[in-house]
Every structure is written in structure tokens, then in C-alpha cells.
């Protein structure tokens, strides 16, 4: 067990070495806004001009190619990102992840186990998990790879040029194909084949005047209460 002081050397063990860890890094050509609240691990690789935005953390096994640039309040653990890539802020990448050149992982989108080619954009509100991203596919806001059943997990892939629709589910295991459309709100469970578009949700109902009569009805039962 260790005592107070033992952990407050821990703290001052570990200010010194981000510190060194920051230095050597900016010594390299990465370029940290505020290097103070950036945090490094001991193996992180940095290629050419890289920015680091403030309040990155960055965890074993990470990778960011040449003019990467990691935005503010991202998570990285186990993940290789190519060059120009953009991610952030407030994203996660998990281990297992792999951006290619030029992808857009925007804000508040977590990745885990996943490969995403040149140019795809996955730019907010998402969870992409087991999943290949074809090139310059667009995944729409809060699209979820629905990836584990309770007991196995299962692969998602998504063709180039792909574009899925803000609200979808892609129900694991199925297949988009290249340039495949499906549109906002499907849930998918069967694949789609390139070039072909995909709704999979309920047909649109209305009744017209149907609000007006309810709140009539419930203002009248509260009236007698």
C-alpha cells in the first residue's frame, strides 16, 4: 500500500516526465497551443507538423502522421492516424483504430476497431465500432455501427463513397456497398448493394387535428380533478 507521499511523488514523477515527453515532441515539429495540458505516453510518434490542440490525452500505442492535427478535449489509445487527418474535439479513438489520409472524425464521435480510408468523414455524434470505412465514404450524424448482441460482436462494412443518412442504425453483421445512399433514420439489417438506395423505416402517419382533440381531452380530465 502507498502512503500519501508516495502518491504525491507519483504526481511530481509523472509532471516530469510529460514534460520531457512535451519537449521532445515539440523538438520534433508538433506544435502544442498549450503544452501543459497535454499529456503523452512514452511510445507516441509524431510525424511532420502536427498540431495538438489543448486537453489531448494520448495513451499507449498512438501514431499521428503528417499534418495531422488532434483537436481539443480527444482521447487516443492504440490508434494510427494518417496524414492530414483531422479529429476532434471531443472525440475517442479506441485501440484498434487506423485513419487513413485526410479523414474527418469530428466532434463527440467514438471509433474502436475500426479502419477508415483516405478522406472518409465521420464528423459528429457517432459510434463506429468493427467497422471498414471505404474512401471518402460521409457517415451522417449519430449513425451507430450496432455492433455486439449481447454475446458476440460483428463487422460492419461500409463501401467508398457510401453515404449514410444522420440517425441510422447499421445492424451488424451487413455490408454497404460502394456508393450506396441510406437514408436518415433506417435501421439496416440486410446488406446494400453499390449504388442503390436503402430506406428502412416506418411510413410516415399523420392524423390530422389529433394534438388539438388530445389536449382538449387530458385539460378536461384535469379540470375535474
Given at each position: 500500500?502507498?502512503?500519501?507521499?508516495?502518491?504525491?511523488?507519483?504526481?511530481?514523477?509523472?509532471?516530469?516526465?510529460?514534460?520531457?515527453?512535451?519537449?521532445?515532441?515539440?523538438?520534433?515539429?508538433?506544435?502544442?497551443?498549450?503544452?501543459?495540458?497535454?499529456?503523452?505516453?512514452?511510445?507516441?510518434?509524431?510525424?511532420?507538423?502536427?498540431?495538438?490542440?489543448?486537453?489531448?490525452?494520448?495513451?499507449?500505442?498512438?501514431?499521428?502522421?503528417?499534418?495531422?492535427?488532434?483537436?481539443?478535449?480527444?482521447?487516443?489509445?492504440?490508434?494510427?492516424?494518417?496524414?492530414?487527418?483531422?479529429v476532434?474535439?471531443?472525440?475517442?479513438?479506441?485501440?484498434?483504430?487506423n485513419?487513413?489520409?485526410?479523414?474527418?472524425?469530428g466532434?463527440?464521435?467514438?471509433?474502436?476497431?475500426?479502419?477508415v480510408?483516405?478522406?472518409?468523414?465521420?464528423?459528429?455524434?457517432?459510434?463506429?465500432?468493427?467497422?471498414?470505412?471505404?474512401?471518402?465514404?460521409?457517415?451522417?450524424?449519430?449513425?451507430?455501427?450496432?455492433?455486439?448482441?449481447?454475446?458476440?460482436?460483428?463487422?460492419?462494412?461500409?463501401?467508398?463513397?457510401?453515404?449514410?443518412?444522420?440517425?441510422?442504425?447499421?445492424?451488424?453483421?451487413?455490408?454497404?456497398?460502394?456508393?450506396?445512399?441510406?437514408?436518415s433514420?433506417?435501421?439496416?439489417?440486410?446488406?446494400?448493394?453499390?449504388?442503390?438506395?436503402?430506406?428502412?423505416?416506418?411510413?410516415?402517419?399523420?392524423?390530422?387535428?389529433?394534438?388539438?382533440?388530445?389536449?382538449?381531452?387530458?385539460?378536461?380530465?384535469?379540470?375535474?380533478?
Amino acid at each position: 500500500m502507498l502512503f500519501r507521499s508516495d502518491r504525491q511523488q507519483l504526481a511530481q514523477a509523472e509532471a516530469v516526465a510529460q514534460s520531457r515527453l512535451r519537449r521532445r515532441a515539440m523538438a520534433q515539429g508538433v506544435t502544442m497551443i498549450a503544452p501543459e495540458t497535454v499529456f503523452l505516453a512514452e511510445d507516441t510518434t509524431f510525424g511532420r507538423d502536427v498540431r495538438l490542440e489543448p486537453y489531448v490525452v494520448i495513451g499507449q500505442g498512438v501514431s499521428i502522421g503528417d499534418e495531422a492535427t488532434v483537436y481539443s478535449y480527444t482521447h487516443l489509445e492504440g490508434v494510427r492516424i494518417g496524414a492530414g487527418a483531422m479529429v476532434g474535439p471531443f472525440a475517442r479513438l479506441r485501440p484498434g483504430v487506423n485513419l487513413g489520409d485526410e479523414v474527418k472524425v469530428g466532434n463527440f464521435v467514438e471509433i474502436k476497431n475500426a479502419t477508415v480510408a483516405k478522406g472518409a468523414k465521420i464528423n459528429h455524434l457517432s459510434y463506429v465500432g468493427d467497422t471498414d470505412v471505404g474512401a471518402k465514404a460521409n457517415i451522417g450524424a449519430g449513425v451507430i455501427t450496432c455492433n455486439y448482441d449481447g454475446f458476440f460482436k460483428y463487422r460492419t462494412q461500409i463501401g467508398e463513397e457510401a453515404f449514410i443518412g444522420s440517425n441510422s442504425s447499421l445492424v451488424a453483421p451487413v455490408q454497404i456497398g460502394d456508393g450506396a445512399y441510406v437514408g436518415s433514420g433506417s435501421v439496416v439489417t440486410k446488406n446494400v448493394t453499390s449504388d442503390a438506395l436503402c430506406v428502412a423505416r416506418g411510413q410516415h402517419t399523420e392524423i390530422p387535428g389529433w394534438a388539438a382533440k388530445f389536449r382538449a381531452a387530458q385539460a378536461k380530465k384535469k379540470a375535474k380533478q
